[in-house]
Nanobody, 125 residues
C-alpha cells in the first residue's frame, strides 16, 4: 500500500507563487513514478506534471510549461510542485499520484493506482 498526503495549498494573488508537497509512505519512494493532476469544479481531472522514478525525465501540460516545476527528493520520500506566475485559471484542487509499475512519466490519470486527498489552490485576480 502507498499513502500520499498533499500540503501547501492556499490562497494567492495572480502572479504569486506556491509550492505543493506530497509526502509518501508505505513503500520505497524511489520506486514510484509521480504525477500532479488538478480538477476544477465541473471539469475533468487534468494532467499537470509528471516525473520518472529517478527524476531524470519530466513532462508538463502545455498550460503550465515555463511556470511550474515538478521535482522529487527520494531521500525524503516527497514530491513537489513549484508553481510560479500563478493565474486565476490555475484555481483547482491539486492531487498527487503514484504508480509503482511505471518507470517513466505517465500522463493518464487511470494509470495511477494511488492518490492523495487533494489540496485546494485558489488564485485571485
Amino acid at each position: 500500500q502507498v499513502q500520499l498526503v498533499e500540503s501547501g495549498g492556499g490562497l494567492v494573488q495572480a502572479g504569486g507563487s506556491l509550492r505543493l508537497s506530497c509526502a509518501a509512505s508505505g513503500r520505497t519512494f524511489s520506486t514510484y513514478a509521480m504525477g500532479w493532476f488538478r480538477q476544477a469544479p465541473g471539469k475533468e481531472r487534468e494532467f499537470v506534471a509528471g516525473i520518472s522514478r529517478t527524476g531524470g525525465n519530466t513532462d508538463y501540460a502545455d498550460s503550465v510549461k515555463g511556470r511550474f516545476t515538478i521535482s522529487r527528493d527520494n531521500a525524503k520520500s516527497t514530491a513537489y510542485l513549484q508553481m510560479n506566475s500563478l493565474k486565476p485559471e490555475d484555481t483547482a484542487v491539486y492531487y498527487c499520484a503514484a504508480s509503482i509499475v511505471h518507470t517513466i512519466v505517465i500522463k493518464t490519470a487511470g494509470q495511477y493506482a494511488y492518490w492523495g486527498q487533494g489540496t485546494q489552490v485558489t488564485v485571485s485576480s
